[in-house]
């Protein structure tokens, strides 16, 4: 990476979702502009920062005498509060701990500070004393009570509550009950006192507005003060008289009186320095022929006697046994069989195929080779574990988010007669979001499976702690081998219950370890950790001596007394599959991704797998011809945000490609499942697409999904950049929870190997080189986001930022309501043909009642897209690097990137625009343009041939009738069949 000086400066005059306060002098207003602290006078003029990049500095409150400002900050991957001098230098940190402490707010006398946190199970309203430095927890309902403010003589505080049966806000008086003074009409936010201590004012969200509101402590009923063209932001005001106040708003630092139907505005500029810095992307060799080593490793478990390990690879089940490097081979075929567990006897497999169409749980008989199918359920079933005694299996049937949604754990009896056509299965447990494979106690009477255990209601993020079930319905607790210290990614990493009982193996910071456990699960004893290097799905051996784990690509078994650890090597690869022969597309039309017309009447001469010449046509060419004289011939389209999982099965190869999409980048994936498909997709066994692919969210001490990983040491940061680079990772995703600083040493770490990094955040994050950007809302750790309001409004320093930085934005807005806007206006969308052959009516009827619900609870849903899809085409008109991608499986796989690229074309790009950030921008911010994303010479046959005129009518890409991928020819009908 080249570390050249700052090279632009961006002049920011409006800001997205700022805080501000003003100081008690009324001179100078401090705003959180982008995280940091800045000075403005209150005139207007030139800001100055006070505060570093790095902090994710918010919600200023400045103290009574003027001298400190307090805030709440990230620096530490935790949210505390903290004062800096209103002169600037070093800050304050002024709480510590594991919990997230937000919002302060002065005593008038300055000698306390309010704030919420979620030291209690949930948000409550806290103080702190400055002098002592003693917290006292002022309210105790089990809802959320956050934004306290001091009234104007001390003696009360307001506060908002989330209360089920009371929302509203509430004054807290010591020694007296807590008082609703105003039920809440929407979200409330940013409570304040008016200066005479009459009323407060506050922000409301409802379906129409996000405005600026008062209420008189009197008890009348609450007034918007703003128009509903005011964006107002959801935080406190303050008052630069007894009747007029600030506020920030539509990107603005706002003045008014108190009964004005107007405002003013205070100018401002704030001025960021961001680098033009280079490095050597990552080099693809996409005309390899050479095997290389199988590394989607999926599911490996050692059978009961140690002497075999049984695994998925390439679509596969196989066996490898002790002693030798070559692997048996179990299953072969065009469908997928997955996850293999072993019988108590290791006579038997369980494990998921997708032979009859979606994912079933079947058993193999390693003695007679049959296979028997368990369970068929209308949902994919996964994780199938053994119990003890063998006469049961537990499985989960999964939502059609998969391993990004919920799981209901059942349980299936395996000894049932032949009489009985179907075996005795029940719920075991109620959906979880996205839980661990389950691991019984060697009673039968316990489950225990890694689950997320939030902090609070009011955030999602948690840690993964052990979760005990108990099979007879009994209560579920939680226990953690590492309070306050999340496991590894919720998958099969853990825990693992040990045959005789007395211990539970489990993978923390990247290391597997192993603690003792009760009969019913309760930890004892102290942790042990048995490996120094990075660990993946440790499975027991019978007799509870040792345990076989995924040493990142090598099976390696480690051995309790005395901790030696054993590889077993294994031989198995795979290679590109790369056609032969010439094939002659005669296009009618070719739109090459590079120029906004068309190319008529032309032959593109595909050698192989690479575009040797595109010519005028010349009939009579020698070759296997594709006649699309009469049709459209495009670039294949890029999915640039995905997330996948193996239990979707076979069919989500053929579905990508049925939909004119060659290529996927995915942010976000357990790195073996996405190996697997990588690897089944290049070599021919499968068809799908080209996928470019990163591990799981790499995350802060908290975490949500079950595929983030949570990041708490720089060693453990090591490792996983490190297993990084030798899976052969084509980005690096950081997750929401992940500070600054950190976020800073993976970037480095990433362009020195030639890896792009994205993450939800822009700023600082473009300041020191992070590449991309994914969604223009999506999930913030903020409760808020700094990239688009409540009612979906962007401002210029948004726009500016991503305009000047060159970093890429993937907006998803089909995510944010693109996909139910276009398909509540036009059904017709899902009666498509690909749509039809992959989703069922059931997954229809609900899609669209979820729509339904959503519009109906949200008036204003539809007119608020509006604003961001204006947002959108700002971005483009600056110059933005912009491309499409879609966050499926919130929204459905391949249907929804179409309609991301109308949801471009309505937001007034023209076709050209939309089809560009699908092809030719998409392979820039990969990496692979030289290779991809424009039809031309040299560069690899990815093609889609499609009815239509999509230069004109972007909804004619929809009407997909072949599709080219690496060289080789699918028609439409073969990708809608299942083998």
């Not at 800001?15 to 006078?41: E, F, H, Y």
Request: aromatic residues 8%.
């Amino acid at each position: 990476m080249a570390n050249g000086a700052d090279s632009i400066r961006v002049s920011i005059t409006e800001g997205t979702n700022m805080a501000a306060d003003l100081s008690p002098d009324k001179s100078q207003i401090v705003m959180d502009l982008q995280g940091t602290l800045w000075l403005v006078p209150t005139a207007g003029g030139v800001a100055k920062p006070i505060t570093d990049q790095l902090g994710d500095c918010r919600q200023p409150s400045w103290s009574p005498d003027g001298k400190q400002i307090a805030f709440h900050s990230f620096w530490d991957g935790r949210y505390h509060l903290w004062s800096v001098s209103a002169t600037g230098g070093k800050p304050k940190q002024l709480t510590t701990g594991i919990y997230d402490d937000r919002e302060p707010h002065w005593s008038p006398d300055g000698k306390q500070l309010v704030f919420s946190s979620d030291r209690s199970g949930n948000y409550d309203i806290w103080q702190l004393n400055l002098a002592d430095g003693k917290l006292t927890q002022l309210t105790h309902d089990s809802a959320n009570d956050f934004n306290p403010a001091f009234s104007p003589d001390g003696k009360q505080i307001a506060f908002i509550s989330d209360r089920t049966d009371a929302p509203g806000l509430y004054i807290l008086t010591p020694g007296a009950p807590e008082k609703l003074s105003t039920p809440a009409a929407g979200k409330l936010a940013g409570v304040a006192w008016q200066p005479d201590g009459s009323h407060l004012f506050y922000n409301i969200l409802n379906n129409t507005q996000s405005g600026l509101a008062t209420v008189s402590l009197a008890g009348n009923k609450g007034q918007i003060l703003t128009e509903i063209s005011d964006d107002v932001f959801p935080f406190r005001v303050s008052w630069l008289s007894a009747d007029e106040y600030l506020y920030t708003a539509s990107g603005l630092l706002k003045r008014r009186k108190i009964g004005s139907k107007t405002s003013q505005t205070i100018p401002f500029q704030a001025l960021i320095a961001l680098p033009r810095n280079t490095y050597k992307r990552k080099v693809y060799d996409f005309d390899s022929q050479k095997p290389q080593p199988v590394r989607g490793i999926k599911g490996a478990a050692i059978s009961p006697d140690g002497k075999q390990i049984a695994f998925a690879a390439l679509g596969d089940l196989w066996l490898l046994a002790r002693g030798t490097k070559t692997p048996e081979r179990l299953t072969q075929g065009a469908t997928m069989e997955l996850e293999p567990n072993w019988s108590p006897d290791g006579t038997k497999l369980a494990y998921v195929s997708d032979r009859n169409g979606t994912m079933d749980v079947w058993i193999r008989d390693l003695k007679t080779g049959q296979d028997r199918l368990l369970v068929d359920m209308t949902d994919d079933l996964h994780y199938p574990t053994w119990s003890p005694d063998g006469s049961k299996i537990a499985f989960y049937q999964s939502d059609p988010r998969n391993a990004w949604g919920r799981s209901t754990l059942y349980v299936a009896d395996v000894t049932y007669t032949a009489d009985v056509t179907a075996p005795k299965t029940r719920i075991a447990h109620e959906s979880i979001f996205v839980p661990s494979q389950a691991s019984w106690s060697p009673d039968g009477k316990t489950i225990a499976v890694s689950a997320l255990h939030p902090y609070s209601s009011r955030y999602r993020e948690g840690v993964s702690e052990v979760l005990l079930i108990s099979v007879d319905g009994k209560n579920d607790r939680y226990v953690s081998p590492a309070p306050a210290h999340s496991l590894a990614t919720r998958g099969q990493n853990g825990p693992v219950w040990s045959p005789d009982g007395t211990k539970m193996a489990y993978v923390l910071d990247g290391l597997l370890y192993v603690t003792d456990v009760k009969s019913d699960g309760s930890i004892s004893g102290t942790p042990r950790q048995l490996t120094t290097e990075q660990a993946e799905t440790p499975s027991w051996t019978n007799d509870s001596k040792s345990l076989l784990f995924l040493a990142t690509d090598v099976f390696k078994q480690v051995y309790l007394i005395d901790g030696h650890v054993e590889t077993h090597p294994m031989d198995l690869s795979w290679k590109i599959s790369q056609p032969t022969g010439t094939v002659v597309v005669h296009a009618g039309r070719l739109f090459d991704g590079k120029a906004n017309t068309y190319r008529t009447n032309v032959d593109i001469l595909i050698d192989g797998h690479r575009i040797k010449a595109i010519l005028p046509h010349q009939a009579g060419r020698s070759g296997t011809l594709v006649d699309a004289s009469a049709k459209t011939v495009i670039p294949g389209l890029f999915e640039m945000h995905t997330h996948q999982h193996s239990m979707v099965g076979e069919k989500i190869g053929r579905l990508w490609l049925s939909f004119g999409i060659t290529s996927i980048r995915e942010p976000g994936a357990d790195p073996y499942d996405a190996l697997e498909r990588k690897e089944a997709w290049a070599s021919g066994i499968r068809p799908g697409p080209r996928q470019f692919f990163t591990g799981g969210l790499t995350d802060g001490t908290r975490i949500y999904y079950g595929a983030a990983t949570s990041i708490n040491s720089d060693e453990q940061l090591d490792r996983e950049l490190n297993r990084s680079v030798r899976l052969g990772y084509d980005l690096i995703k950081t997750y929401v929870r992940m500070p600054d600083a950190m976020q800073q040493r993976i970037t480095a770490f990433a362009h020195a190997h030639g890896l792009p990094v994205s993450s939800h955040e822009i700023f600082p994050a473009m300041r020191y080189d992070v590449d991309a950007v994914e969604h223009i809302g999506g999930t913030s750790r903020r409760g808020y986001s700094p990239k688009i309001t409540a009612m979906n409004r962007s401002y210029q320093d948004v726009i500016q930022l991503l305009a000047k930085s060159g970093m890429n934005i993937t907006p998803t807005a089909s995510l944010q309501g693109g996909f139910s806007v276009l398909t509540t206006k036009d059904p017709g969308l899902l009666e498509n043909r690909q749509y039809k052959a992959f989703y069922s009516e059931e997954y229809t009827n609900a899609l669209l009642a979820g729509s339904a619900q959503y519009a109906k609870l949200s008036p204003g849903y539809l007119s608020n897209f509006g604003n961001l899809e204006k947002g959108v085409k700002a971005l483009v008109d600056a110059g933005a690097h912009v491309t499409t991608g879609t966050d499926s499986p919130f929204v459905p796989y391949g249907m929804s990137l179409h309609t991301e690229l109308q949801v471009f074309v309505d937001a007034g790009l023209t076709p050209y625009q939309a089809l560009r950030s699908a092809t030719l921008w998409a392979a820039e911010t990969v990496g692979v343009s030289n290779d991809l994303g424009s039809v031309e010479p040299g560069k690899l046959a990815d093609l889609v041939i499609v009815n239509g005129d999509p230069l004109t009518n972007i909804r004619d890409v929809l009407n997909v009738e072949q599709v080219i991928r690496n060289g080789e020819v699918f028609p439409i009908d073969r990708l809608l069949t299942r083998p």
